[in-house]
């Protein structure tokens, strides 16, 4: 991905997969499975359309952590799920970036 002419380095769960598009794809899949809309998600998870679109393309992360909870309660989930290993492999990026912080 490319933007503004600099290469972005995407973050990867700890499978290697694009962690953007893995949150994304399980909100997708279980809003799906529950039979939901994106508009019936957002207004009841309080989210907006566009950033829940994003979030299922793959174009961003959600960055609130209270919309994350909220969409996993009304999709009868947990925010753990929705994640899944991305803050794991965050916090290992993090650490070989920064050093470990001890």
Known sequence: MTLGGTRD?????????NIMQTI????RERREARGLTRYAL??????????????????????D??????IANVL???A???VGGATQSM????????????
């Open 9 to 17: 380095i995407l973050p990867l769960d700890a499978n290697g997969e």
């Open 24 to 27: 994304g794809t399980r909100i």
């Open 42 to 63: 957002c207004i009841a998870a309080r989210v907006r359309e566009g950033n829940l679109t994003n979030w299922e393309l793959g174009k961003s992360i959600p960055s």
């Open 65 to 70: 952590i209270a919309a994350i909870v909220r």
């Open 76 to 78: 009868e989930t947990t």
């Open 80 to 82: 753990e799920d929705l």
């Open 91 to 102: 916090a290992r990026e993090d650490a070989a970036r920064y050093g470990a912080v001890e």
